[in-house]
């Protein structure tokens, strides 16, 4: 079973679901911004937290960011296999002792990351960076990104992908956390949803169309390597 916590209701998982479902396999979605969390953990496998425009250092104005943090912490010492992303990613960094703070600009777009060389040995980066179609493995290949905040990375956590801009986009902590500072959730009705008053909402999606197919499939690799094989 999977427990997937939205921190705000226009984040849904996305592309996450879609293969949950695809491949039957169990989950339940909670609202955070409506004081909805999992009662107890023991029937849950893995974790999955999105994100939110919200700041960790923002948690006296959104308590229910504490109430989410304590959950992770709890999976992790658990030793449940957890995902974060954008905002979870910042909370996993907060949670393992790193500092969250706002970056020098904001990345949003569809921009670059590259891998890291220990990015390039793990087993479920490696899947996101194997091209769908050639199967060639890229050190650089192209994420959809939505973020102004940052993280120190935690001690004792693998740094995995960087960008031009942002150090720090993904690591892993003793094997079965992960944390992704991009969004490898996306899909065409998440971007309208994020871009309906936005003047950037028509080359958003015209750019989805290009990058959609491989973007997918990109993604789903990684799943796949997250949820079923590691």
């Known amino acids: 079973m999977v427990a997937i916590i939205k921190n705000v209701k226009e984040e849904g998982p996305g592309s996450i679901e879609d293969f949950l479902k695809e491949n039957s396999i169990p989950f339940k979605i909670f609202e955070a911004e409506f004081g909805e969390f999992p009662a107890n953990l023991e029937e849950y496998k893995y974790l999955i937290v999105l994100g939110g425009p919200m700041g960790v250092y923002e948690m006296d104005r959104y308590p229910n960011l504490k109430r989410v943090a304590k959950i992770?912490?709890?999976?992790?010492?658990?030793?449940?296999?957890?995902?974060?992303?954008?905002?979870?990613?910042?909370?996993?960094?907060?949670?393992?002792?790193?500092?969250?703070?706002k970056g020098p600009r904001p990345e949003i777009g569809w921009l670059d990351i590259e891998l890291t060389d220990a990015g390039m040995v793990d087993q479920a980066m490696r899947a996101l960076a194997k091209h769908p179609e050639t199967e060639d493995i890229s050190t650089r290949f192209k994420v959809f990104q939505w973020h102004g905040n940052t993280f120190d990375l935690p001690s004792?956590?693998?740094?995995?992908?960087?960008?031009?801009?942002?150090?720090?986009?993904?690591?892993?902590?003793?094997?079965?956390?992960?944390?992704?500072?991009?969004?490898?959730?996306v899909t065409e009705d998440l971007l309208s949803t994020w871009f309906e008053n936005s003047s950037l909402k028509e080359r958003v999606l015209s750019e989805f169309q290009t990058f959609k197919s491989e973007y997918l499939k990109r993604a789903k690799n990684f799943y796949q390597a997250f949820l079923l094989e590691s």
Request: proline share 0%; glycine share 10%.
């Open 72 to 101: 992770i912490e709890e999976t992790i010492e658990r030793g449940l296999k957890v995902l974060g992303v954008c905002l979870g990613a910042q909370l996993l960094a907060h949670v393992l002792g790193g500092r969250v703070y």
């Open 156 to 185: 004792g956590a693998i740094h995995l992908a960087r960008s031009d801009l942002y150090q720090n986009q993904a690591f892993k902590y003793e094997d079965q956390v992960y944390s992704l500072q991009f969004h490898v959730k």
